[in-house]
């Protein structure tokens, strides 16, 4: 059985750092992507980036390029989210979810688990 848990959200403020953390369990971790996604209250999941099986390719929404980076460490089944210069309106839940192998998609209907998700809220 295939499980994602978040972890690493909580309250911020603007300008500050949070890094997330999404540990993967029941699959050969090493092959799938990884995307993150975010929920703000009243809007649309939105993709924030993704990360290839083996970590050597990613791409990252527009809004976070520049303040975001993904990771990913296949030795501990981990992938992460390393958020920098928080604004407000990065406030929202942030999902991580499993995704398929050979192609890293920014399309939330293409990753078929997901995890609860976590809160992340930037106060201005």
């Known amino acids: 059985q295939v499980q994602l848990v978040e972890s690493g959200g909580g309250l911020v403020q603007a300008g500050g750092s949070l890094r997330l953390s999404c540990v993967v369990s029941?699959?050969?971790?090493?092959?799938?992507?990884v995307g993150w996604f975010r929920q703000a209250p009243g809007k649309e999941r939105e993709f924030v980036a993704a990360i290839s099986g083996s970590g050597g390719n990613s791409d990252l929404a527009d809004s976070v390029k520049g303040r975001f980076t993904i990771s990913r460490d296949n030795a501990k089944n981990t992938v992460y989210l390393q958020m920098n210069s928080l604004k407000p309106e990065d406030t929202a839940i942030y999902y991580c979810?499993?995704?398929?192998?050979?192609?890293?998609?920014?399309?939330?209907?293409?990753?078929?688990?997901w995890g609860p998700g976590t809160q992340v809220t930037v106060s201005s």
């Open positions: 029941g699959r050969t971790f090493s092959i799938y992507a």
């Open positions: 979810a499993l995704g398929p192998s050979f192609r890293w998609p920014v399309v939330h209907s293409d990753y078929g688990y």
